[in-house]
């Protein structure tokens, strides 16, 4: 058999392997990242895997596509999650959070809404929102309440 064939064998033999591992290979990570990494990646595409330092701290972003929605979790150097953003749709909230949700963001329009959870805890939400042909992400609390506005 020549290496061609061999290599064809191989590339028909795990197709999905092969891709996984092209696509978590962007970066290196520590084994507790990449055994973290692996875990939350299991029936999920990978969009991605970046390495951030924030306030002097290391950490791993991975994002994910679920089911058709965004998955992103952060990752500290020893394979804690410390953050998990899911998008989620509006209609998917009961109406009193949606209602204030609506009230929070006022006249503009939304363009994506994820939940925040830390700790295994919601901690709130992020809406990313766009208003007079100018985008920004808005932070609120488990309430729907409007708490700050990212640069």
Do not use: W
């Amino acid at each position: 058999m020549n290496s061609f064939a061999i290599t064809l064998c191989f590339l028909m033999a795990s197709p999905a392997g092969a891709a996984t591992l092209q696509t978590k290979a962007r970066i290196k990570v520590p084994s507790a990242v990449q055994k973290t990494v692996d875990e939350q990646s299991k029936g999920a595409t990978v969009r991605g895997l970046s390495k951030e330092v924030e306030n002097g701290k290391t950490q791993y972003e991975l994002e994910l596509t679920i089911n058709g929605h965004g998955r992103d979790v952060i990752i500290d150097p020893n394979g804690s999650i410390l953050e998990v953003e899911e998008e989620i749709s509006l209609d998917s909230l009961p109406p009193e959070l949606r209602a204030e949700i609506v009230k929070s963001i006022g006249n503009a329009k939304l363009l994506k809404l994820e939940s925040v959870t830390k700790g295994g805890m919601l901690t709130g939400y992020e809406a990313d929102v766009s208003k007079g042909g100018k985008k920004s992400s808005i932070q609120l609390g488990t309430d729907g309440k409007f708490i700050s506005k990212e640069k």
